[in-house]
């Protein structure tokens, strides 16, 4: 049995889409990093102990199981072309999307009356839209559903823009990273600077990560790549703004969590 439920978490990991994977465990693994005790104690309770990094992608996983389908059109968000920033009352207005999510995810896992599957469940959602959140394609347009009609050849392979975001160029520096994607999250973790770290931590709007998202969207668009689609040097072009999302997703991510699960302070005297 332990053999069979191993497989078929191999065979769940490899499902995991939005920032393919490697991107969600990269960015959970750097929140995690950062989690006080107390706070990585509550995180390990309501996970059973899974890791934080596997249960980001676990809303990736469930993609396939229709009783989950109220879940798909909550990692994104759509803006009108021509748009120059995220607007929540032109942009929420058409139902959940990954910006609201984050704000009523948090709240349930902050609500320790409910019960725990349903805060756990809350968790998970959370360690995942935070990622997405920050994908620039995942706040993106309609028309080509985030880029994922934008055909581009890859490294000589098919592929499309989002799927170049998701997966495409961490792969790219996988292949030159022994250890794989947890060898590559302690590298950005440990590059983090001080100044960093504080700057994205002390933003906690979701909108705001949105929007900084949909700046780079915008630019992704303007500087769309060449004929030879995307390669090394469109890689090296946007890698530090790949990397620099990933950082931030973590580093918030993992503000977030420690702002969310602390004790609730002392009732206060009336
Ligand atoms: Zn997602």
Known sequence: MRHIAAITLLLLARTCFAWGGEGHRIVGAIA???????????????????????????????RSDKQYDWIKPLHYINVPRGATSVDMQ?????????????????????DTSRPKAERAQALKLLLHFVGDVHQPMHVSFKEDLGGNKLTVTSFGKKSNMHKVWDTDLIQRRLRDTKGGWATMSADLRQAITDDQRKAWAASTNPVDWANESFAITVQLYAKAPGNDGVNDDYYKQWSPTLNARLQAAGVRLGALLNDTLKAPASPKKP
């Open 90 to 110: 032109r942009d929420g207005a058409k139902g959940e999307q990954v910006v609201s999510s984050i704000a009523k995810y948090r709240d349930i896992l902050k």
């Open 32 to 62: 995690a990093a950062q989690l006080d005790k107390q706070t990585a104690k509550a995180v390990a309770e309501l996970l059973d102990d899974e890791t934080v990094a596997d249960a980001a992608c676990w809303a990736d996983e469930v």
